[in-house]
């Protein structure tokens, strides 16, 4: 078959005819593979905007005292940083662009299990945003509580709380909607053949995390209204003037927040997952072993969030208890990280970008998940507590963790999303920029942390100025790197090569399809008979 | 001068920081092992050096032994982690209790003899009992150099307590975030010589003399300073510089209104600090002294604003 026929039978899902023209061809879609790009365009503008604010969080604690902003201008700017960061790019993220995109193609489906609810995720998503960003035209500003929201402050405070409780509750429902939708696809869609262990891991990821959303994700919905009804009818629920218990608050916050952390990061060890058996060639070592703690990870996830709550005055039966599940939820990470770097052993590696990212990926989430060990344990969580330490140990996990996966899944699957090939050179040398300015910008917090500097800081000691220096210079590089990579993957959007069907040689069913794939992905659906790794 | 982390600063400091070299040299070693190999993997496997792969599934043995071990290593952290924090709820029996009180944005001490400072003086070798309150918002005393740190909610009375072996000056700082001047809320405390720490406490007790004087201490007292400045400078609240009998702007209801700073607007401005708000703050800064600050003490306190000229 030459290239010219191809053409004609498989138009590209891109090119497709539909009832609607131009945008509304987009925004109305219900194809699974455009609600994926609409919410990565979404996602992506405002990930640039939380970076912009990050960038002059920074810029402002190069020295001591006021550098290019007043403490109000301060502690807006690291709450809206916050709460775009956490529910408008990281909980969404890897699920809501590369779960859509090619979840169903990886399980051999022609869409998920309900299109029509998808489309209204992406919808619900805008809106929530739309929602939670508008208190930036409002005439007290935007909310100035960090995105803890913590009461008492958050009644006490003058600053337009209300629209970004109302946007994250709005967005909870994106969420939870996104979960059903997964669950149901992987349990109904899977093409003939595909066992639960002939599944590739990131559906399985997907799966974990779909559970959560559901399940985790209500609690924060109904903490929200609770605030919104203290706020507006004076219900004591969490204020103490009014009858309240903040600790409660802090319970219920967290109880949601801290499984949101698994949300983030499960389907980022999904996608290097993925990533690492492409590369090098090779079947994932222990599968099954992976599976299995991806499952624990998800489930014991949901019993650690009083980690966040050691120095807030709890009984001490409940402190241990917590840390010790703390530690526990350390075991199956670690599994993970020991498969990962065991498949690499006798492999036959090609060193292209995804595989630099999925590497520096087990780097940067071997340090974000070891920092967490002082943290997990009580005498030395009690001192680093609140300080930059937890910042910098939560940016490696979560900026390092599933911002490295996502950056690594989108140099990954970029060829079949857009059927096009990115200059391979430019995009390691993005990926050195952003590596060493990563590290350069957070590594200081930890020692900033141990010395003793608390978070969520306008001004500072004259001891804490160095290592300040340090991280912001750090915070330059990183968007060096990070504006390198954008162009290099906007401009082979349009100009790149065009991308045959199996770039890199992948053994999973997105890689048998066409790059870009059709509307409905395959002709006929497959049928698996191998599991989803085996090269030989 | 504040010192730098010392062994003796506190009776915590040494337990905790042998769990701080536990949990962080086992795990260094691990990043570095863990990235050793996997770098030398990436070098020794790549596809020029290495074209074919061979197949290897997994590994029973293995996967059992890198269960097991990271299971042992961390339940033997979790018990530093554990018996270095259990004494720091364990507060002895011959503890010197000083109440600590944090409002937005400062903290006050005050002793048994009625004395407030916002600066903490303990003597050394003597086991403190900090009783901590909160007035408005959530607050989190934190002592670095003694390797504390507790909340202090509203509604919640706690405590933390220590004992210093070293004479010397640590900083205090307040590390939950608390609104506009979170990173301002900090201080120090101060331990003293037992001979210093007698003499000091026998001499602010004696009440200062001059106008204003009592006022003076209850400024202090009440951690006042933290918003209004006496030297005219702009800060979250309005300046108390030469306020009395002056005129002010200010909002009530929506209108603005002129009027005069007498006695009784100050009163109810500290009573009800929103019912007139000074033109150009924001309301809701100020929570109500009413049930912290007596009568008596308000004629004190404008004894003392006369004298703010």
């Given at each position: 078959?030459?290239?010219n026929?191809?053409?004609?039978?498989?138009?590209s899902?891109?090119?497709?005819?539909?009832?609607?023209?131009?945008l509304?061809?987009?925004?109305f879609?219900?194809?699974?593979?455009?609600?994926?790009?609409l919410y990565?365009?979404?996602?992506?503008?405002?990930f640039?905007?939380?970076?912009?604010?990050?960038?002059?969080?920074?810029?402002?604690?190069?020295a001591?005292?006021r550098?290019?902003?007043?403490?109000?201008?301060?502690?807006?700017?690291?709450?809206?940083?916050?709460?775009?960061?956490?529910?408008?790019?990281?909980v969404?993220?890897l699920?809501a662009?590369?779960?859509?995109?090619?979840?169903p193609?990886m399980?051999?489906?022609?869409?998920v299990?309900?299109p029509?609810l998808?489309l209204?995720?992406?919808?619900?998503y805008?809106?929530?945003?739309?929602?939670?960003?508008?208190s930036?035209?409002?005439?007290?500003?935007?909310p100035d509580?960090?995105?803890?929201?913590?009461?008492p402050?958050?009644?006490?405070?003058?600053?337009?709380?209300?629209?970004?409780?109302i946007?994250a509750?709005?967005?909870?429902?994106?969420?939870?909607?996104?979960?059903?939708n997964?669950i149901?696809?992987i349990?109904?869609l899977?093409a003939?053949?595909?066992g639960?262990?002939?599944?590739p891991?990131?559906p399985?990821t997907?799966y974990?995390?779909?559970?959560?959303?559901?399940?985790?994700?209500?609690?924060?919905?109904?903490?929200l209204?609770?605030i919104?009804g203290?706020r507006?009818f004076?219900i004591?629920?969490?204020?103490?003037?009014?009858?309240?218990?903040p600790?409660?608050?802090?319970?219920?916050?967290w109880i949601?927040?801290?499984?949101?952390?698994?949300i983030m990061?499960l389907?980022?060890?999904?996608a290097?997952?993925e990533i690492?058996?492409t590369?090098?060639n090779?079947?994932?070592f222990?599968y099954?072993?992976?599976?299995?703690s991806t499952?624990a990870?998800?489930f014991?996830?949901?019993?650690?969030w009083?980690?966040?709550?050691?120095?807030?005055?709890?009984s001490g039966t409940a402190l241990?208890?917590?840390s010790?599940l703390?530690?526990?939820?350390?075991?199956?990470?670690a599994?993970k990280v020991f498969?990962?770097?065991?498949?690499l052993?006798?492999?036959?590696?090609q060193?292209?970008?995804?595989?630099?990212?999925?590497v520096?990926f087990?780097?940067?989430?071997?340090?974000g998940?070891?920092?967490?060990?002082?943290?997990?344990?009580?005498?030395?969580?009690?001192?680093?507590h609140?300080?930059a330490?937890?910042?910098a140990?939560?940016?490696?996990?979560?900026?390092?963790?599933?911002?490295?996966?996502?950056?690594?899944?989108?140099h990954?699957?970029?060829?079949?999303?857009?059927?096009?090939?990115?200059?391979?050179k430019?995009?390691?040398?993005g990926?050195v920029?952003?590596?060493?300015?990563f590290?350069?910008?957070y590594?200081p917090?930890f020692?900033?942390?141990?010395s003793g500097?608390?978070?969520?800081?306008y001004?500072y000691v004259e001891?804490?100025?160095?290592p300040?220096?340090?991280s912001?210079?750090?915070?330059?590089?990183l968007?060096?790197?990070?504006?390198?990579?954008?162009?290099?993957?906007?401009?082979?959007a349009?100009?790149g090569?065009?991308a045959v069907?199996n770039?890199?040689?992948?053994?999973?069913?997105?890689?048998?399809v066409?790059?870009?794939?059709t509307?409905?992905?395959?002709e006929?659906?497959?049928?698996?008979?191998?599991?989803p790794y085996?090269?030989? | 001068?504040?010192?730098?982390?010392?062994?003796?600063?506190?009776?915590f400091?040494s337990?905790?920081d042998?769990a701080?070299?536990?949990?962080?040299?086992?795990?260094?070693f691990?990043?570095?092992?863990i990235?050793i190999v996997m770098?030398?993997?990436v070098?020794r496997?790549?596809?020029?050096k290495?074209?074919k792969?061979t197949?290897?599934?997994g590994?029973h043995?293995?996967?059992?032994?890198?269960t097991?071990?990271?299971?042992?290593?961390v339940?033997?952290?979790?018990y530093?982690g554990w018996?270095g924090?259990?004494?720091?709820r364990?507060v002895?029996?011959d503890?010197?209790?000083i109440?600590?009180i944090a409002?937005?944005w400062s903290?006050?001490?005050?002793?048994e003899?009625?004395v407030?400072?916002d600066t903490?003086y303990v003597p050394?070798?003597?086991?403190?009992?900090?009783?901590?309150?909160?007035?408005d918002?959530l607050?989190?005393?934190?002592i670095?150099a003694?390797?504390?740190k507790?909340?202090?909610?509203?509604?919640?009375?706690?405590?933390?307590?220590f004992e210093?072996?070293?004479?010397?000056?640590y900083?205090?700082?307040?590390?939950?975030y608390?609104?506009?001047?979170h990173?301002?809320?900090?201080?120090?405390v101060?331990v003293?010589?037992?001979?210093d720490?007698?003499?000091?406490y026998?001499?602010?007790?004696?009440?200062a003399?001059?106008?204003?004087?009592e006022g003076?201490?209850?400024?202090?007292?009440?951690?006042?300073?933290?918003?209004?400045s006496?030297?005219?400078?702009?800060?979250?609240?309005?300046s108390?510089?030469g306020?009395?009998n002056?005129k002010?702007m200010?909002?009530?209801?929506?209108e603005e209104?002129?009027?005069?700073?007498?006695?009784?607007y100050?009163?109810?401005?500290?009573?009800e600090?929103n019912?007139?708000?000074?033109k150009?703050?924001v309301?809701?800064m100020?929570?109500?002294?009413k049930?912290?600050?007596?009568d008596e003490?308000?004629?004190?306190l404008?004894?003392?604003?006369?004298?703010l000229e």
């Amino acid at each position: 078959m030459t290239q010219n026929e191809s053409n004609q039978t498989h138009v590209s899902f891109r090119d497709v005819e539909t009832r609607f023209k131009g945008l509304f061809a987009w925004v109305f879609s219900t194809d699974h593979k455009r609600i994926g790009l609409l919410y990565l365009y979404s996602i992506v503008t405002f990930f640039l905007t939380g970076v912009a604010l990050g960038i002059a969080m920074k810029l402002e604690l190069m020295a001591p005292g006021r550098d290019v902003m007043d403490p109000e201008t301060y502690n807006a700017i690291f709450t809206l940083h916050g709460v775009i960061m956490i529910f408008l790019v990281v909980v969404p993220g890897l699920p809501a662009i590369f779960g859509n995109f090619f979840l169903p193609i990886m399980i051999g489906a022609k869409d998920v299990a309900f299109p029509k609810l998808n489309l209204m995720s992406w919808w619900l998503y805008v809106l929530g945003a739309l929602v939670a960003l508008s208190s930036l035209f409002m005439a007290d500003g935007p909310p100035d509580t960090g995105w803890t929201f913590y009461a008492p402050y958050s009644f006490k405070t003058n600053t337009n709380v209300l629209p970004a409780v109302i946007g994250a509750f709005i967005l909870g429902f994106s969420s939870i909607l996104t979960g059903i939708n997964f669950i149901v696809t992987i349990h109904r869609l899977r093409a003939p053949g595909m066992g639960w262990f002939k599944m590739p891991l990131f559906p399985w990821t997907l799966y974990g995390t779909g559970w959560i959303q559901i399940l985790a994700t209500p609690i924060v919905g109904i903490t929200l209204l609770m605030i919104v009804g203290e706020r507006l009818f004076s219900i004591g629920f969490f204020d103490p003037a009014l009858g309240g218990d903040p600790i409660l608050y802090q319970h219920l916050f967290w109880i949601y927040s801290h499984p949101a952390v698994y949300i983030m990061i499960l389907p980022a060890m999904g996608a290097i997952s993925e990533i690492i058996p492409t590369f090098a060639n090779k079947t994932i070592f222990g599968y099954k072993a992976i599976v299995i703690s991806t499952l624990a990870i998800a489930f014991v996830g949901y019993f650690v969030w009083g980690h966040h709550m050691f120095t807030s005055g709890m009984s001490g039966t409940a402190l241990y208890t917590f840390s010790l599940l703390t530690f526990l939820v350390a075991i199956p990470s670690a599994i993970k990280v020991f498969n990962w770097v065991s498949t690499l052993h006798k492999a036959s590696i090609q060193l292209e970008a995804p595989f630099f990212w999925a590497v520096s990926f087990v780097f940067v989430f071997m340090i974000g998940g070891l920092s967490g060990l002082a943290l997990g344990a009580l005498a030395t969580n009690v001192h680093l507590h609140d300080t930059a330490f937890v910042v910098a140990h939560f940016h490696y996990i979560v900026f390092g963790g599933v911002g490295f996966a996502f950056l690594g899944a989108i140099h990954y699957w970029f060829p079949k999303m857009w059927g096009r090939m990115y200059n391979k050179k430019r995009a390691i040398t993005g990926w050195v920029l952003f590596f060493i300015g990563f590290n350069t910008l957070y590594l200081p917090m930890f020692f900033l942390g141990i010395s003793g500097m608390p978070r969520r800081y306008y001004d500072y000691v004259e001891r804490f100025h160095g290592p300040n220096i340090v991280s912001t210079i750090g915070s330059w590089v990183l968007l060096i790197g990070l504006v390198v990579i954008i162009y290099n993957l906007v401009r082979s959007a349009k100009k790149g090569e065009p991308a045959v069907k199996n770039p890199w040689g992948g053994k999973t069913l997105e890689w048998t399809v066409d790059s870009p794939p059709t509307l409905e992905n395959f002709e006929d659906i497959p049928e698996v008979t191998k599991g989803p790794y085996d090269y030989r | 001068m504040i010192e730098e982390t010392t062994n003796n600063a506190s009776n915590f400091v040494s337990e905790v920081d042998s769990a701080f070299v536990f949990i962080f040299g086992i795990s260094l070693f691990f990043l570095f092992a863990i990235t050793i190999v996997m770098v030398y993997y990436v070098f020794r496997y790549r596809k020029s050096k290495n074209p074919k792969a061979t197949h290897i599934e997994g590994n029973h043995k293995l996967e059992i032994i890198w269960t097991v071990i990271p299971t042992i290593l961390v339940v033997i952290m979790f018990y530093y982690g554990w018996a270095g924090w259990k004494s720091q709820r364990e507060v002895p029996e011959d503890a010197m209790t000083i109440k600590s009180i944090a409002r937005m944005w400062s903290f006050g001490f005050e002793y048994e003899n009625g004395v407030t400072t916002d600066t903490l003086y303990v003597p050394i070798h003597q086991p403190i009992n900090l009783d901590l309150v909160a007035v408005d918002v959530l607050h989190s005393i934190y002592i670095p150099a003694f390797r504390i740190k507790q909340d202090m909610v509203p509604g919640k009375p706690d405590f933390i307590w220590f004992e210093s072996g070293k004479i010397g000056e640590y900083e205090i700082f307040c590390a939950e975030y608390c609104g506009l001047r979170h990173s301002f809320m900090k201080t120090a405390v101060k331990v003293l010589s037992q001979e210093d720490y007698d003499a000091w406490y026998k001499g602010s007790s004696q009440t200062a003399e001059g106008a204003g004087a009592e006022g003076k201490a209850l400024f202090q007292k009440f951690g006042c300073f933290a918003c209004h400045s006496i030297d005219g400078s702009k800060l979250v609240g309005p300046s108390l510089k030469g306020i009395f009998n002056n005129k002010r702007m200010v909002i009530k209801d929506g209108e603005e209104i002129e009027l005069v700073a007498d006695a009784e607007y100050i009163k109810r401005s500290i009573y009800e600090p929103n019912a007139d708000v000074v033109k150009d703050f924001v309301p809701g800064m100020m929570v109500s002294y009413k049930a912290m600050i007596k009568d008596e003490e308000v004629d004190q306190l404008i004894e003392y604003f006369k004298t703010l000229e």
